[in-house]
Nanobody, 121 residues
Framework: VQLQASGGGLVEAGDSLRLSCAAS????????MAWFRQAPGKERDFVAA???????SYSDSVKGRFTISRDNAKNTAYLQMNNLKPEDTAVYYC????????????????WGQGTQVTVSS
């Protein structure tokens, strides 16, 4: 199983970015896809998840600004991030687990390599 995250970069506050997570080696349509983020010196925190049918879940800190989605035909999950803030600066990781949505990072079986998002003020 491979998860390849991409799309990070350096932006200014208020800008937008779209992250992608391309998956291979798993039955993508039956997996929950999620995004977590980890800022320097902090734990890896839940950001958003989307289940096989498109049901979504968000952390309170990103609700209303970020949108998670998936394209099962392309085995790819996305995280559209709008109105970015300096506190969104972190390495963003995509993750996958079968069937049920979870917010606990320990519940996820597979992880991508991470992509850096830096938001300047």
């Amino acid at each position: 199983v491979q998860l390849q995250a991409s799309g990070g970069g350096l932006v200014e506050a208020g800008d937008s970015l779209r992250l992608s997570c391309a998956a291979s080696g798993l039955a993508f349509s039956s997996y929950v896809m999620a995004w977590f983020r980890q800022a320097p010196g902090k734990e890896r925190d839940f950001v958003a998840a989307v289940n096989w049918s498109g049901g979504v879940s968000y952390s309170d800190s990103v609700k209303g600004r970020f949108t998670i989605s998936r394209d099962n035909a392309k085995n790819t999950a996305y995280l559209q991030m709008n109105n970015l803030k300096p506190e969104d600066t972190a390495v963003y990781y995509c993750a996958a687990r079968p069937r049920l949505t979870a917010r606990d990072r320990n519940a996820y079986n597979y992880w991508g390599q991470g992509t850096q998002v830096t938001v300047s003020s």
